[in-house]
């Protein structure tokens, strides 16, 4: 059973880094895609990054793009969204998902696509 558990979310103010772990157990094969979305209050889920473990391969959200990095550490089974130049309208919480038969990393932002949840960390960003 494939289990994932994030952390690192907090509150900082607008400009300020956070860095999200995601530890994903269960599952040790390569071919998995593991994707980060988030929710705002009264807001569909969104995916902002993702990538196939094995491949290297990444995709990110345009609202994420050139601030946001995810990145993978196999010896850990962890999976990381280093988040820089945080803006108020990041303010969400922060779900990491997998789905274990992945045909291209983008269909990783998709969240019906994902088969297993973490629960979420949240994270605020003050002005």
């Known amino acids: 059973q494939v289990q994932l558990v994030e952390s690192g979310g907090g509150s900082v103010q607008a400009g300020g880094s956070l860095r999200l772990s995601c530890v994903v157990s269960g599952y040790t094969y390569n071919n998995i895609c593991v994707g980060w979305f988030r929710q705002a209050p009264g807001k569909e889920r969104e995916g902002v990054a993702a990538?196939?473990?094995?491949?290297?391969?990444?995709v990110y959200a345009d609202s994420v793009k050139g601030r946001f990095t995810i990145s993978r550490d196999n010896a850990k089974n962890t999976v990381y969204l280093e988040m820089n130049n945080l803006k108020p309208e990041d303010t969400a919480m922060y779900y990491c998902?997998?789905?274990?038969?992945?045909?291209?990393?983008?269909?990783?932002?998709?969240?019906?696509?994902?088969?297993?949840w973490g629960k979420g960390t949240l994270v605020t960003i003050s002005s």
């Open positions: 998902a997998a789905d274990l038969s992945p045909l291209w990393v983008g269909r990783c932002l998709i969240s019906r696509v994902m088969a297993y």
């Open positions: 990538m196939i473990r094995g491949r290297g391969s990444t």
